[in-house]
């Protein structure tokens, strides 16, 4: 069984998602914002969490023309799910991701599906 969901927030990048303190990196508060925004609006579905292996296809959209690395994004839009997709990120053992640029709004397609054993 395949899970779809399309979720209308930017993804924050590696860049600004994660803050760097004394020997410490945190959640910035930018990316706070995020994952609350992501959790709360998957709360308004119905979704089912994996506890086996999983495979994560991402389709991210971005409003405008300028270039970016489509892999710092990874890692904030994953660990949102944590907890509700699946248990852990740990699980993801497979990521397709295609980026889209120019078409006028930021949001992000997020599939999750169990692979089989």
């Not at 303190?21 to 910035?28: D, I, P």
């Not at 944590?82 to 930021?106: P, R």
């Amino acid at each position: 069984m395949k899970q779809t969901f399309t979720i209308p927030y930017k993804p924050d990048s590696a860049n600004t998602h994660w803050r760097r303190g004394q020997n410490v990196t945190y959640l910035s508060k930018k990316g706070r914002e995020f994952r609350n925004n992501v959790q709360a609006y998957i709360k308004l579905y119905s979704y089912k969490t994996y506890e086996k292996r999983v495979k994560v296809k991402l389709d991210i959209f971005f409003a405008d023309k300028r270039a970016r690395d489509l892999d710092n994004y990874f890692k904030s839009i994953l660990d949102c799910f944590k907890g509700f997709l699946y248990v852990d990120d740990k699980q993801i053992d497979k990521i397709e991701a295609t980026k889209h640029i120019g078409v006028g709004k930021n949001y992000f397609i997020i599939e999750v599906e169990e692979l089989k054993e």
